[in-house]
Structure formats: structure tokens, C-alpha cells
């Protein structure tokens, strides 16, 4: 089963606007990245914060971290047409063992002109 | 530029035909992974390595190999493909298992028939 699991699974926002998309996990974690991806394109890394970190700023991107609710949020701010792709989560357990990244399903992400 | 580069981008090919996907990147990470990509499934880890000769399974590897012989170069070969192995394929590499960032390869499509 997947570790992350993004929410909504679809989003619809006008340019301009913000947009925040959620990621929940099961496990205890060593850190959470998201990622982009265009549309049968690959995966783009944009952003890691680790399990002793609350809260990270890239850009225009905005990533928290609550270990005790296991979530983590992803805001983009004042969306552009160009941020109508699909977002990811992956978690990286705090027991690696044989596992590394896991990722969720995504969140497609619609921004009208 | 630093990269994954993974060929072909597309392939349709006929079941039991042996083929070989290539991944290799110019970063001089240690750790590679192939990643197999589902609607509705997310992305599914099939084998990793952690370095030259070390090599291991991922959520998936029935009816995959993998060898890594040099440290740039991680292909996955499919010995004889079946139509469930359609999918979209990735590569991906990174300093280390879970404490950095992926980068991925562009994809590979295949189609079993």
C-alpha cells in the first residue's frame, strides 16, 4: 500500500490564486519530499524537509510537517498556468532498511487562465 | 548538465521478446532506482542499487533484472516481457537511498502486445 497519500486527488483554482494539496503517511519518516511531474514526463524534485523541521519556503512553494498528525502540506502560491501538473509526495521511513522513497498517488493540479 | 538519461522513450514490443531498457547518469550518485509508473497505482519501486554490484529488490521485481556494472549505467532488462509489464517506466538516481532528493529519467513508454 502507499505510505503517501495526497488529497484532493484533482484541483481546480483560478491564476492567481493559491493552491494547497495535502499528503498524510502511515509510518514514522526521515523526510518528505515533493515532486512535480508533467504529464507522462519525469518526476522534478522540489523540495525536502525533514522530520525535525516544521515548516520550508522554496520560491513560491510553502512545505509543513506535522509529525504527530503524519501530514504534510504543500502551498503554491499565486499559481501560474505553468503549475498545471501533477504533485507527489514521497516519504523516506525512519527504518530504511530494504525501502527507500514511497509515493503517493498525486494531485493534478489545474490552473485557469 | 546533470542528468538521468534513459532510452528509448518509447517501446512497443511483442510478448517473450527479450529487451533492454538503458539508464545511466553523469551526477556520480551512488544510489539508482527503476520505478514503475500505473494509473491509479502510483509509483512502484522494482529494484534498487546502492552502489557497483549491489543490487536489490524493490515493491515489484517479478520479471525484471537489473546489473550494475558501472557506477553511471543501471539498465533493467525485461527477459521475456509480458503484457501486464505495460507501463511507464522511470530511472532515478541520488547521492544516497533516502537522504537527498531523486533525480528522474524522462520515462520510458512501453507497450507488450
Known amino acids: 500500500s502507499q505510505q503517501g497519500e495526497e488529497d484532493p486527488q484533482a484541483l481546480s483554482i483560478q491564476e492567481g490564486e493559491n493552491a494547497t494539496m495535502n499528503c498524510s503517511y502511515k509510518?514514522?519518516?526521515?523526510?518528505l519530499q515533493w515532486y512535480r511531474q508533467n504529464s507522462g514526463r519525469g518526476l522534478v524534485h522540489l523540495i525536502l524537509?525533514?522530520?525535525?523541521?516544521r515548516e520550508k519556503h522554496s520560491g513560491r512553494l510553502r512545505v509543513t510537517l506535522d509529525t504527530s498528525k503524519k501530514s504534510s502540506s504543500l502551498l503554491i502560491t499565486a499559481s501560474r498556468a505553468a503549475d498545471t501538473v501533477s504533485y507527489f509526495c514521497a516519504t523516506a521511513p525512519l527504518d530504511t532498511g530494504r525501502r527507500a522513497l514511497t509515493f503517493g498517488s498525486g494531485t493534478r493540479l489545474q490552473v485557469q487562465p | 548538465e546533470a542528468q538521468v538519461t534513459q532510452n528509448p522513450r518509447y517501446l512497443i514490443t511483442v510478448t517473450g521478446k527479450k529487451l533492454t531498457v538503458t539508464c545511466s547518469q553523469n551526477?556520480?550518485?551512488?544510489?539508482m532506482s527503476w520505478y514503475r509508473q500505473d494509473p491509479g497505482l502510483g509509483l512502484r519501486q522494482i529494484y534498487y542499487s546502492m552502489n557497483v554490484e549491489v543490487t536489490d529488490k524493490g515493491d515489484v521485481p517479478e520479471g525484471y533484472k537489473v546489473s550494475r556494472k558501472e557506477k553511471r549505467n543501471f539498465p533493467l532488462i525485461l527477459e521475456s516481457p509480458s503484457p501486464n509489464q505495460t507501463s511507464l517506466y522511470f530511472c532515478a538516481s541520488s547521492l544516497s537511498r533516502a537522504d537527498y532528493g531523486y533525480t528522474f529519467g524522462s520515462g520510458t513508454r512501453l507497450t507488450v502486445v
Open positions: 524537509i525533514r522530520s525535525n523541521e
Open positions: 551526477m556520480n550518485h551512488e544510489y
Open positions: 509510518t514514522s519518516i526521515n523526510n
